[in-house]
Nanobody
Framework: QVQLEESGGGLVQAGESLRLTCAAS????????MGWFRQAPGKVREFVAS????????RYHDSVKGRFTISRDNAKKTVYLQMNSLEPEDTAAYYC?????????????WGQGTQVTVSS
């Protein structure tokens, strides 16, 4: 089991940037694929981006390709999501996930989420 804690959310204007951070604790972090998901009010949680355990493979939802970048630092047990050119449609609670299949469903471990709000 991996414990996850997200940070870095906030209120920004359209076109601005944010970087989300997911700090993990527990053994064998470097063995897990990691992912970011988001959930807007009244909508189902959706995939945003994922990264393989060694960072060599990444995958993105079509709506964020070219704007978002996922990365990880296994020595720090941390995963990042750099979000540029933010749009109001990106407004959601963002969740970090451990064990994400690439491609495929999320793993069993989630953080508590961090809110991102983009104003137009």
């Amino acid at each position: 089991q991996v414990q996850l804690e997200e940070s870095g959310g906030g209120l920004v204007q359209a076109g601005e940037s944010l970087r989300l951070t997911c700090a993990a604790s527990g053994p064998a972090f470097s063995a897990f694929n990691m992912g970011w998901f988001r959930q807007a009010p009244g909508k189902v949680r959706e995939f945003v981006a994922s990264i393989s355990s060694n960072g060599a493979l990444t995958r993105y939802h079509d709506s964020v390709k070219g704007r978002f970048t996922i990365s990880r630092d296994n020595a720090k047990k941390t995963v990042y999501l750099q979000m540029n050119s933010l749009e109001p449609e990106d407004t959601a609670a963002y969740y970090c996930n451990a064990g994400t299949a690439i491609p495929g469903p999320p793993g069993p471990d989630w953080g508590q989420g961090t809110q991102v709000t983009v104003s137009s």
